[in-house]
């Protein structure tokens, strides 16, 4: 079954109210949906561009804004909550830090679903700047999630350098892994760009990555972002002969739009010139 799908290379703006951020938020989507797309893919820490709905005293401190942006997580999901049912699409909000308790916060990627209903997966692997500076908690929960289409799964930036975690995602059945990644080096955008790659070769999957972008000297946390959406696929029959389907202008605020097919993902791994997916069990024999 064909799936249109729209990854975002999402601007960061200076908002000052809700109603700016909402309007912000109903265009992209809007824009998606008129083209046609049923999977909406947002870049992490894109909901970090509600800090500027606060006080420069809020905005510029890296723990102060944490806070006050759980003032705003429930306006947060009542809008893609809304957005998904009217659009009848499938949208990955990016990432918003949730507080779960008292000082502690995870990055929390959203999927809401077309009938109401939301799920999220927690980033698991987290950078040193989140570790050391920040302070925001690794998740400890791997998810797989159920579409019209499929089921796909949700790495987090970081989390797409690892191969295990897409693996057991794929063996649970996902044939799709959204990447919604915030990155502030041309260097940090291909290392997740060359993770995303990877883990569509090994897998014989479609990975798909969104991508923050422009500067925002008034926050501490997402100051420069750079990068380019890409869609990317197996290197095999009936695919791109270098993985990519589709890729956006480096940093240009756009959608990417991207027709696919999951069920491509089993005729390749059946029939195709090599065998990754198939073949991954071999080179445990040699692991420690």
């Known amino acids: 079954m ?36 049923k999977i909406l893919l947002f870049p992490e820490y894109n909901t970090m561009e509600l800090a500027s709905l606060f006080p420069q005293i809020v905005y510029s401190s890296l723990s102060e804004q944490l806070v006050a942006l759980q003032t ?19 949208i990955q909000a990016g990432t918003f830090p949730v507080c779960i308790a008292e000082k502690m916060y995870r990055n929390r990627a959203y999927l809401f679903m077309p009938n109401g209903e939301c799920d999220f997966q927690d980033k698991i692997m987290m950078t040193r700047f989140e570790n050391e500076q920040w302070f925001i908690s690794a998740g400890n929960e791997l998810k797989c999630f159920d579409t019209a289409y499929g ?14 975690l897409a693996r057991k995602q794929v063996e649970a059945g996902a044939n799709l892994i959204l990447v919604p990644s915030c990155t502030d080096t041309v260097a940090g955008f291909h290392r997740v760009k ?3 790659q990877a883990r569509a070769l090994e897998n014989q999957c479609y990975v798909v990555q969104a991508c923050l972008v422009g500067n925002a000297p008034w926050s501490e946390a997402v100051d420069v972002n750079v990068g380019a959406a890409g869609v990317y696929t197996p290197v095999d029959y009936d695919f791109p002969s270098n993985g990519i389907l589709d890729s956006g ?8 739009f991207s027709t696919i097919d999951l069920q491509n993902c089993e005729k390749v791994r059946a029939q195709g010139q ?5 073949d991954w069990s071999r080179q445990l024999h040699f692991a420690d």
């Open 151 to 164: 089921r796909i799964a949700i790495n987090v930036c970081y989390d797409s350098e690892f191969p295990l």
């Open 2 to 37: 064909n799936v249109k799908i729209a990854t975002a290379q999402y601007d960061i703006s200076f908002l000052e109210t809700w109603a700016n951020y909402q309007q912000k938020t109903e265009r992209w989507v809007t824009e998606a949906a008129d083209q046609g797309a």
């Open 194 to 196: 060359i993770g995303c």
């Open 274 to 278: 090599v065998f990754n997916y198939r």
């Open 72 to 90: 705003l997580h429930e306006a947060f999901l009542n809008l893609f909550q809304g957005l998904a049912q009217e659009y009848q699409c499938y």
């Open 249 to 256: 202008e480096f940093n240009v605020p756009q959608w990417v």
